[in-house]
């Protein structure tokens, strides 16, 4: 450590100069700062460069010089390479330019000159300047007519040779073809699109495959809906099903869309196997192109499927979520997997969710529901809902003694079905329409109802007069017993039947089916004041609902989020 100075004694500054400096310009220093600053001296270097071999520095070979100008030497210095600069032979490069217009002379460091042929653009006047732009103007005006490119400096056209027009008829052809399934991909009608954006609607009608017209007197508080005529549609399909080529919709996908417009498939369980079945067909018959990877393409005709059954009839829940599945499953096909091995993982995918999530799961929630059967009951259903009829069945054959009362509701009537197997199968029924719901209510121990789907607050999305049954029995103070799929399950939340639904056939409200002589609105039918609506879903609240059963087991309304979420989480893993 070193020793303090003492007090008196006066303070002598350590300076340290950095840098070129003149003897001038030194500061008296004592002998020990003076001593050290020669023996390591700091230099800055030039940033100029000049021409010179850097070899290794030896730092103790600079001297500083003490005259005006400081100069760097070294030892030997013609023997050892240059390490350093010399600022007195070193002059600064001058650039000199003779009077003679369009040549320039360069002085360079040894004195020589050197001279550059290179004219110096011309100046010209403002009219000049104009002038020429009118010229190339006028080019590429004229280029525009024919063939050609222009120079833009001379304002001249040069001519292109055209190419041969059957390779371009054939690369135009081969554009049309990959790009169609991508346009049609991207226009496609959402299913929830809103159908009051006249701009996105004509898209869609100019890719649609399905010829649709719009109804005569649309009803305004539901234009964001399809409101097209039904009878139109089918004819032109089934006409136009004989003139299909490969790159239209697969033949077992159109067939489903035509089962949709006659009304041959209805149920959400029904629908959505038929289309995995159809999905199925395609897959099969399904050969990637060589210069196409096989998830995207796939993905791109199954999507081009999906449109096609929308134009039909617009999608269930459920079916929604079963698209979504194979996507999924298309999406994480192993790239080392051949064709054959990816198609034949994609079957044995669709069948396990049939089966597991659609089939077994019916057993499930049956094998759970009759236990809420009892000797003596009265069961009051709504519709036909084919969860609720295996439960009837079931518990018939269990032994069990009750009575079933079915209530049912134009235009469909589709409790008559039901009516028809129950009573086939020895089971005691009751048949009502909807408006004797609340007679008959005081007699019912309790309700069964089914459901399309289930929503994240525990709104029943289900046929229309669901809503209406489920809060007559709750006013009587019957439980109301949902059955429904977990597939069916939705994360949407919907407070209401306005913003989301499914508009039917108009006419079938103006009509009775197998009765032509009662058709009280034929005169008055075509009225402009007149709006025909015809709603296929409405939304119960979770007030009106006890319980909820599904195939994860028996759950109260507040408990659906759980079952979205669980269900979800069974997706991904076993993806």
Known sequence: MESRPPRNAAFVPKVRQVGFFASSDRCHLDKTS?????????????????????????????????????????????????????????????????????EQSIELQDGSVANSKQPLKEKTSKAERRALQEAQRAAKAAAKGGNGLVNMKTGKVNNVQKKDNA???????????????????????????????????????????????????????FRHLPQYEHGTKLPHLEYKFFHLNSNSVHPAVYKVGLRYLAGDISGGNARCIAMLQAFQESIMEY????????????????????????????????????????????????????????????????????????????????????????????????????????????AHELGKHFRVVIVDSRPKLEGRLLLRRLVGRGISCTYVHINATSYIMHEVTRVFLGASSVLANG??????????????????????????????FHERVQLDSICCNELGDPDAISKVRGRDEVNHLKDIADKENLQLLNLTYDVTPSDYVSMIITDYGMIPPTSVPVIVREFRKEQIWSS
């Not at 070899?55 to 050892?80: A, H, Q, R, Y």
């Not at 999924?328 to 597991?356: D, G, Q, Y």
């Not at 259903?381 to 084919?386: A, K, N, Q, V």
């Open 34 to 102: 003076s001593s050290l600053l020669s023996r390591s001296p700091v230099m800055i270097y030039p940033t100029r460069h000049v021409p010179c071999s850097f070899g290794p520095i030896d730092f103790e070979s600079f001297v500083l010089d003490e005259g005006p100008l400081l100069g760097v030497k070294t030892k030997n210095v013609s023997s050892e390479p240059c390490v350093g600069f010399d600022f007195v032979t070193m002059k600064p490069s001058v650039t000199m330019i003779n009077d003679k217009v369009g």
């Open 167 to 221: 390779s371009v008829a054939a690369t135009s052809e081969k554009r049309v073809v990959d790009h169609k399934d991508k346009d049609r991909k991207k226009d496609v009608p959402h299913p929830r699109m809103q159908f009051d954006d006249a701009t996105r609607v004509e898209k869609a009608k100019k890719r649609a495959i399905v010829k649709q017209t719009e109804v005569r007197n649309r009803v305004e508080l």
């Open 287 to 394: 050969s990637a192109p060589p210069e196409k990877a096989l998830n995207r393409d796939l993905t791109a005709k199954i999507n081009s499927y999906v449109s096609f059954l929308i134009e039909c009839r617009p999608l269930s829940i459920s079916m929604g979520n079963a698209i979504k599945f194979v996507k999924t499953r298309i999406a994480n096909l192993p790239l080392t997997l051949s064709e054959s091995e990816a198609k034949a993982n994609l079957l044995s995918e669709i069948n396990n969710f049939i089966n597991e999530k659609i089939i077994l799961a019916d057993k499930v929630i049956v094998r759970h529901a009759v236990t809420k059967v009892r000797d003596g009951d009265v069961l009051l259903t709504y519709g036909s809902s084919s969860a609720v009829e295996m439960i009837f069945l079931h």
């Open 459 to 488: 709104t029943v999305y289900s046929r229309v007069g669901t809503a209406c049954v489920a809060m007559v029995a709750n006013a009587c103070g019957v439980p109301v017993i949902v059955c429904c799929e977990a597939y069916k």
